[in-house]
């Protein structure tokens, strides 16, 4: 009697023909290669709004241009990770991502960097910048360059544990995660002191001491929920900014770090927070957005 094979758990990489499309590929192909994974490669092209100048062929040509682009994103794919790629018309580009990707039934979405908008290793483009604001499936982030590492597989997740609800799930998703992929997880509580005074400007120490205390008891908490099994590294870390604390952590070529939605989200979507965004600046890694009450 045959056994029932369970489908691969599919990544879906959002393309473009750009540096950062190639960035988007070699972190899906890293996570693919750490999960047992396949990927889909789509491309979104705008559909036609001058239809009756061009005669019905604009899609046509724009589609034949966007297949020579795709078989170019899939050489960069080693023939060892199953690979389709995908072509679709929309008015949106997020929303044609996010359509597609949940049609293939992907379990996230990895993107690049393009055009403006945040320093560092990452650069948020308008359709990035809709994505974080929307999505209902994770979102990878793909910081620039990464193209260019030798790295074939995630070397350590870093799960970024706020205070606020959401916590558990998020640290939940990294266990899931590090556990299949067989790596190493690193818990951080990150403490800002330009955030914890406030209005109330109480003195560092007092401010230091009370965030201190709540990180040890989400730590002591999500102890708790450990698999058997499960070797997980926990670290606090204090500075002036966020920026400053982020600083102060190891980061190496193939880490991951992954972070909530901000508060602000509405359910079972995304919105990128104060502290993400700021972790952003200075990051180079890889960061993964786990939605609101993400399943």
């Known amino acids: 009697m045959n ?26 192909v890293r996570i693919a290669q750490s999960l047992d994974a396949a990927i889909d490669i789509g491309i979104v092209l705008p559909p036609d709004d001058q239809g009756a100048l061009h005669a019905g062929d604009f899609d046509a040509v724009l589609g034949e241009q966007a297949d020579d682009w795709l078989a170019e994103a899939k050489q960069l ?49 308008s359709t990035v910048n ?22 074939a597989r995630i070397r350590e997740i870093t799960c970024a544990l706020g205070r606020r609800p959401g916590a558990q799930r998020l640290f939940d998703t990294a266990i899931t995660g590090a556990t299949e992929a067989h790596i190493p997880l690193r ?7 330009d955030s914890e005074g406030g209005r109330r400007r109480r003195p560092d120490e007092e401010v230091v001491a009370a965030a201190t205390a709540h990180a040890e008891a989400a730590f002591e908490e999500a102890r708790g929920r450990l698999p ?39 359910r079972r979507r995304l919105f990128l927070g104060s502290t993400a965004a700021k ?17």
Request: a negative charge.
């Open 279 to 295: 972790m952003l600046r200075v990051l180079d890694v890889p960061m993964v957005v786990i939605p609101k009450e993400d399943a």
């Open 77 to 125: 794919v080693p023939d060892d990770i199953e690979t389709a790629t995908h072509i679709a018309f929309y008015e949106s580009a997020a929303e044609g991502i996010i359509s597609e990707a949940q049609r293939v039934g992907a379990a996230a979405i990895v993107v690049g960097g393009a055009g403006g908008g945040l320093i560092g290793g990452h650069s948020l483009g």
């Open 3 to 28: 056994q029932a094979v369970t489908p691969k758990r599919r990544i879906y990489v959002a393309y473009l023909a750009t540096p950062g499309g190639a960035d988007a590929v070699a972190v899906g």
């Open 187 to 193: 818990v951080v509580s990150l403490i800002a002191l």
């Open 130 to 151: 809709e994505l974080v604001h929307s999505s209902p499936l994770p979102l990878v982030l793909s910081p620039r360059g990464v193209r260019r590492s030798k790295v």
């Open 228 to 266: 058997e099994g499960v070797d997980v590294d926990w670290a606090i870390v204090t500075g002036p900014t966020i920026e400053d604390a982020v600083n102060k952590l190891d980061w190496n070529d193939g880490d991951i770090v992954v972070v909530g939605s901000s508060r602000l989200a509405a």
